[in-house]
């Protein structure tokens, strides 16, 4: 491996700048309501110390986010084996490819969701690149349904297929939903179910789970690239 870089996609959120409720304790609703017209008024009147506090929280966090990146970055060569050459993995674009893009992925994630197309569309303008997706379900006991779903899908050659199906599904997922999605793209259903249970399966889940951890990923999409 001769070198590696992370790219990655953080969901932020936007934190609530004052706790009433902090305030209220020990006040009656008389005065709470009148704390919480001085507050409206003053940031009405002054927007700017709203926007300064964004600003200050927005800066914080994306000095948080990079040091989670140096941090993955630094660690990285120490797992490559693993990341860009693990056992199983779903490999997307051309297998031989000398340049290797990894994606770690879930897809209840809205960001993951985002970038499906472009990751489609940068395979299909570069034949030397070779694709792994690595399931990664941290959005609870669905998204790792889906992610069985997903890798079962393998054993009737349509991971790839099945993949951007799920990816692009306007519908909230169930069980159902997934079940729909897998027979509208021409699996067996019957046989993907069965095949969810298969220990290559739950294997493939446990192996990328405990790779994320000794990255210590805690988000999704996760991206690494390098020659290979």
């Known amino acids: ?131 792994v997706l690595k399931e990664f379900p941290i959005r609870g006991p669905l998204s790792e349904t889906i992610a069985k779903a997903a890798l079962a899908s393998q054993k009737q050659g349509k991971y790839f297929q099945f993949h951007n199906a799920l990816m692009s599904t306007k519908e909230p997922f169930s069980e159902d939903r997934i079940y729909t999605t897998a027979k509208s793209i021409g699996l067996d259903v019957n046989k993907l179910k069965t095949d969810m249970k298969d220990n290559t399966v739950l294997q493939q889940l446990k192996s990328n789970t405990q790779l994320a951890q000794d990255l210590q990923l805690m988000f999704t999409p996760v991206f690494f690239i390098a020659k290979t």
């Open 1 to 131: 491996m001769k070198s590696s870089r992370i790219l990655l996609t953080v969901a932020t959120g936007i934190f609530s700048l004052w706790s009433m409720n902090a305030i209220a304790q020990n006040t009656n609703d008389v005065q709470k309501s009148q704390v919480e017209t001085i507050v409206h008024d003053y940031i009405l009147k002054n927007p700017d110390v709203l926007v300064q506090s964004l600003q200050s929280y927005q800066q914080k966090q994306m000095e948080q986010t990079q040091k989670s990146f140096d941090k993955i970055q630094a660690m990285a060569p120490k797992f490559s084996d693993r990341i860009f050459r693990q056992n199983n993995d779903p490999v997307a674009g051309n297998p031989n490819g000398t340049i290797t893009l990894v994606e770690f992925s879930d897809y209840q994630c809205p960001h993951c969701v985002d970038m499906a197309p472009v990751v489609e569309g940068v395979i299909k303008k570069n034949p030397n690149l070779r694709v």
